[in-house]
């Protein structure tokens, strides 16, 4: 073969190792193996692009940051979660992490982006990268010439039968990767039986699974009433009755007043520039220091809260989620669920769920670190990713013995907290204060307050309740997550939740309430989204 050719053979390779490393380097050994160019050649072409395209790497890390991963092509590579898990891995382990995930396939990315955020000496990166890839490279060419002789019969075989190989591959890297791996160490061996917890504990079934079968009494509700919409009827003060997109902030300025603290709304069509502003301004005229909360302001079960620490953070916030969104201080205390009934028409209404809401946390005992506490830990085994994930820059910490670390401050299910039936401790008081907060807002009937307050003896007297956040139609009696309960007994609650909701509905419809249309409900999902 010409000088040229080969030369124009391994810039292509070189440029191939930037889709896909190890697949060029077996494509290269398949061509040593049919003569059409030297091990040699093809290992040296392999090895300059591998060095060429992880050095992009790094510098990508070191010099444009994290923000990087929020930008295409990065983005479908990784993510902020993985590479946060490389810096810990790589703060703890120094350079010879470098070394480990060049024969780590899916640790290499992350590693490389997190040693130049970190900014890892250059020369000292180069050197043992380099080293690595030396090892790796040419190794992986020569292992593919070796049974190169045998590709075109391979091949020919695999058109035969491209889509039942295809099927078996893809069955046995999804069993090799899911279940057999795993098993290799402790770590994957938690996981997967946080995996099993999580499809055998209903509790942490998707909305979906648990409610399937409450869907046929919704289906005969609205059968009975001639309306698939008139249930969006049961609280004209929200829109869509609180069934999907309803604004949270919209509904607690109606409630405004003792025991609902200040809050700040956020129009979808601000800049961020303009958002930090009114932020601020916020903050000086109510005196809000850090931290402080920022939630979406159509949302459910804890997705977008966030707990902000300083105006970085709240910057970062904004620029990720442009929608409508709203401030609120942090309230510290205990958190309880309180869900809300009254009929049209009735003077007073009724507290018809209490419960609890445990943060998780984890105690230290001096010897193991983050990430062990959370996998041997019997509940937070089960919700192990998304807590992994949410401390993931500090997973090899090792808190000191007694310490209680809590992993998160905010009191959502999906975050990882525990719920409680506490309907023994609700009191006469208790239920006045509540009706009274409720009434303020004309057109709410039916919907679950989320509050914090000081102590037991403040909530069963009434006293010093922080009103967090207000749920409409969809806002659960959240005492139904209590482990003590069957997934029967929860779906029963949930059963009569929804014939109490469509009574109301048909109640104030007939009083002269007007339903959503299936239009404007469609409106609220997308703009929730």
């Known amino acids: 073969m010409p000088d040229a050719e080969i030369i124009l053979l391994m810039l292509s390779l070189a440029a191939a190792t930037l889709i896909s490393e190890d697949l060029a380097c077996i494509s290269a050994g398949l061509m040593v193996s049919q003569g059409r160019i030297h091990w040699l050649a093809a290992s040296l072409a392999c090895y300059c692009g591998i060095l060429a395209g992880d050095m992009l790497l790094y510098l990508a890390g070191r010099y444009l940051g994290r923000p990087a991963l929020r930008r295409r092509p ?25 070394f480990i995930s060049r024969f780590t396939p899916g640790l290499r990315l992350p590693t490389y982006f997190a040693a130049g955020v970190l900014r890892t000496n250059p020369l000292s990166f180069f050197l043992y990268f380099s080293l690595a890839c030396l090892l790796w490279a040419p190794s992986l060419v020569w292992f593919a010439s070796q049974f190169g002789e045998h590709a075109e019969y391979v091949l020919q075989r695999f058109e035969d039968h491209a889509l039942g190989i295809l099927v078996a591959l893809g069955g046995l890297v999804l069993l090799m990767t899911r279940l057999i791996v795993p098993l290799f160490s402790w770590r994957g061996r938690r996981l997967m039986v946080g995996a099993i917890r999580r499809q055998w504990c209903w509790e942490y079934w998707p909305r979906w699974r648990l409610y399937w079968p409450v869907l046929v009494t919704i289906l005969w509700q609205a059968i009975r009433q001639r309306s698939f919409t008139l249930v969006t009827a049961v609280n004209p003060a929200l829109e869509g009755g609180g069934l999907v997109g309803e604004s949270k902030g919209a509904l607690l300025t109606k409630l405004a007043g003792e025991g609902v603290p200040a809050m700040c709304l956020f129009p979808a069509a601000e800049t961020v520039r303009d958002r930090l502003l009114r932020l601020e301004r916020w903050r000086h005229q109510h005196a809000i220091a850090y931290p402080f909360i920022l939630k979406p302001d159509a949302g459910e079960r804890g997705n977008g809260v966030v707990l902000i620490h300083n105006q970085a953070q709240a910057a970062a916030w904004f620029t990720d989620f442009p929608r409508a969104a709203l401030a609120q201080p942090f309230i510290h205390g205990l958190e309880f669920g309180i869900s809300y009934l009254r009929f049209p028409g009735a003077k007073y209404g009724n507290v018809v769920s209490l419960s609890a809401k445990q943060p ?54 999906s975050r990882g907290a525990a719920f409680f039936d506490c309907n023994d401790l609700l009191t006469p008081a208790l239920e006045k204060v509540v009706d009274e907060i409720s009434q303020r807002a004309s057109g709410f009937y039916l919907g679950r307050y989320d509050i914090r307050v000081p102590s037991v003896a403040d909530l069963q007297t009434g006293r010093n309740i922080q009103v967090l956040e207000l749920n409409g139609l969809t806002g659960e009696p959240a005492h139904i997550y209590d482990p003590q309960h069957s997934v029967a007994y929860a779906r029963r609650v949930l059963r009569q939740t929804w014939r109490d909701a469509f009574r109301i509905a048909a109640a104030n419809v007939n009083a002269g309430a007007t339903a959503s249309t299936l239009q404007e409900l469609w409106k609220l999902f997308r703009t929730s989204r």
């Open 74 to 98: 990065l983005r479908w590579l990784t993510n902020e979660a993985a590479v946060a898990r490389a810096s810990a891995w790589f703060s703890r382990r120094g350079l010879a992490v470098i």
């Open 360 to 413: 998780p946390v984890v105690c230290g005992d001096g010897k193991k670190n983050l990430e062990q506490l959370i996998l041997q830990h019997p509940r937070h085994v089960a919700m192990a990713r998304s807590l992994l994930a949410t401390h993931a820059e500090r997973i090899f910490d090792v808190p000191t013995a007694g310490k209680i670390v809590e992993l998160s401050p905010l009191g959502t299910h």
